[in-house]
């Protein structure tokens, strides 16, 4: 039996140890939300103006205006002022947009077929192959063609309800390579009367393989329909560069991860941040495509914002929204809602504030909000005030009965003879104790029917000042009065008896 048991607790230990890895594989639910608020859709076109000159026939001046795309992908906010950071080949392309646009006004106005595309294309007819060939860039003083190329970047921010037309950005700065760093700044005013949410980065890669982290982005503009894109995943080997980058690799080797993030760059994540798993900060963008991620680090993207004179820095959105996101993720739910209104007060369409307050709604006072355990709690009870406005007021009346008599006994009465001054004083109670140390000591008398007594012996007699007795002279002394009718005794202001009522003769 006991070897029964002990071999069911080994199982149940090799089970709890083998779950343990899953467990700790899974990551924090919550480890992406002070990122994803920052995360934006970015698109960027060729507006191509062209005006083809047909001289084969009549002189003629076909205008024609085509917007052609370059490049989608993910960025991220960096600063209150809508600053995005994001890869060189989503807003730069290394095809020559005026090409693709003669070939299309030739293909439409000579009807001739020729390939839309980036490529320079040869026709059949010499006089259309000659004009074709002039249409071509470079300009020069034979053009058939004059075109006007202008670069538009849109940054679709994630709200709710969604932007239809984004924001108008500009390019600040492009890398050497296209999977370079790229900052963007918004012409117009950012969404919200204090700015945007903004993206913490944090300050190095981690070294160790396997570190697990985020990814998160946009397949397609942010809408009803469309919410961001998380995706886990973990660092392989290598230290990162601009030209390599960071692999991807699962420890567990279940997923092939660089798979499955070239799918989500060729999808749209293409410049997507990485998000550190230990606390929610970037630690790099997501580069590559086809059957190949990778990612660059963040000591890339900080160079490529330093090069171009942005700052990144948080705002109040984010201040807010981080001390709301603790009490939420710490359970107090009563807490954290007037956050996140607060957050949805300074920027109104905030999906992820709106999405945590509902939640937080919801289980506000409910058996999970730890807030309101706290307050069922009884609270002790509190001890009333006048016991100590009492003591206050004994304590005060003692002080002052204590001055009074301290004042009263420094005090010297008239009556009372004056004290020597202190030296004489000094000197006599030295000579007295002089005194009592040579004389002989004896002991007091004791009295059997009473306690033993103590002798105090003065160190000198009191001096008794006899009293002047004051003697009357006959002149001195005041006259007594009697009435003559009955003999008794008057006082000297009476005029009548106060017996009799006999008058008093003056």
């Known amino acids: 039996m006991a070897r029964l048991t002990a071999l069911a607790g080994g199982v149940v230990a090799t089970l709890v140890l083998l779950a343990l890895p899953a467990a700790a594989h899974e990551h924090p639910s919550g480890i992406t939300d002070l990122v994803t608020p920052a995360v934006v859709r970015v698109e960027a076109s060729s507006h191509v103006e062209i005006t083809l000159l047909d001289h084969i026939g009549e002189l003629m001046h076909v205008e024609r205006s085509y917007d052609i795309p370059l490049g989608v992908g ?13 890869l060189t080949r989503v807003v730069k392309t290394d095809k020559d947009v005026a090409v693709y646009a003669a070939n299309k006004i030739f293909a439409e106005h000579h009807k001739v077929k020729i390939p839309v595309d980036f490529e320079r294309h040869k026709v059949k007819d010499d006089l259309l192959e000659h004009h074709l060939k002039e249409c071509y860039p470079p300009k020069t003083n034979v053009s058939t063609c004059i075109i006007n190329v202008t670069t538009n970047v849109t940054i679709f921010p994630n709200v709710s309800p969604a932007d239809p037309k984004g924001i108008k950005a500009d390019i600040v700065r492009t890398g050497s390579q296209p999977d370079s760093p790229a900052v963007l700044i918004p012409t117009g005013r950012a969404v919200g009367s204090v700015g945007m949410p903004t993206a913490p980065l ?10 697990p982290t ?32 960071r692999s991807f690799a699962d420890p567990e080797k279940k997923v092939d991860e660089p798979v499955k993030l070239g799918a989500l760059v060729d999808r749209g994540l293409l410049g997507a941040p990485v998000i550190g798993d230990k606390d929610g ?6 580069i590559g495509g086809g059957k190949e991620a990778r990612m660059i680090g963040i000591r890339e993207i900080l160079a490529a914002l330093a090069k171009a004179g942005v700052a990144p820095r948080r705002g109040a959105i984010d201040a807010a929204f981080e001390a709301a996101l603790t009490r939420y993720h710490t359970k107090y739910y009563t807490e954290a809602a007037p956050g996140f209104q607060r957050v949805l007060e300074l920027y109104p369409g905030n999906v992820v504030a709106a999405t945590l ?6 289980k506000r006072g409910g058996p999970e909000d730890a807030g309101s355990r706290q307050v069922v709690a009884p609270a002790p009870r509190s001890m009333p005030l006048w016991p100590f406005i009492v003591a206050a007021g004994v304590l005060f009346a003692a002080a002052g009965a204590g001055v009074f008599l301290l004042w009263r006994r420094r005090r010297t009465p008239d009556d009372q003879p004056d004290q020597p001054p202190p030296l004489v004083a000094a000197a006599a109670a030295a000579a007295a104790a002089s005194a009592m140390s040579s004389a002989p000591t004896s002991p007091p ?29 006959a002149q001195d002394q005041p006259s007594v009065k009697y009435c003559t009718a009955c003999g008794m005794r008057l006082g000297a202001a009476h005029r009548f008896c106060g017996y009799c009522g006999h008058p008093i003769e003056t």
């Open 214 to 245: 985020n990814v998160a982005g946009f397949t397609d503009r942010p809408g009803a329909n469309v919410k961001e894109t998380v995706e886990i995943a973990h660092l392989g080997k290598g230290g990162g560069g601009q030209d390599a980058g």
């Open 202 to 211: 944090a300050d190095k890669v981690p070294d160790q393989q396997g570190s």
């Open 74 to 86: 993910t960025g991220i906010v960096v600063n209150p002022e809508g600053a995005v950071v994001t």
């Open 281 to 286: 900060h970037v630690i790099g963008m997501l």
């Open 357 to 362: 307050l509902q939640t937080s709604l919801q």
């Open 445 to 473: 008398p004791l009295d059997e029917s009473a306690n033993q007594t103590v002798v105090v012996r003065r160190s000198q007699p009191f001096q008794v000042i006899p009293q002047q007795k004051q003697v009357l002279t």
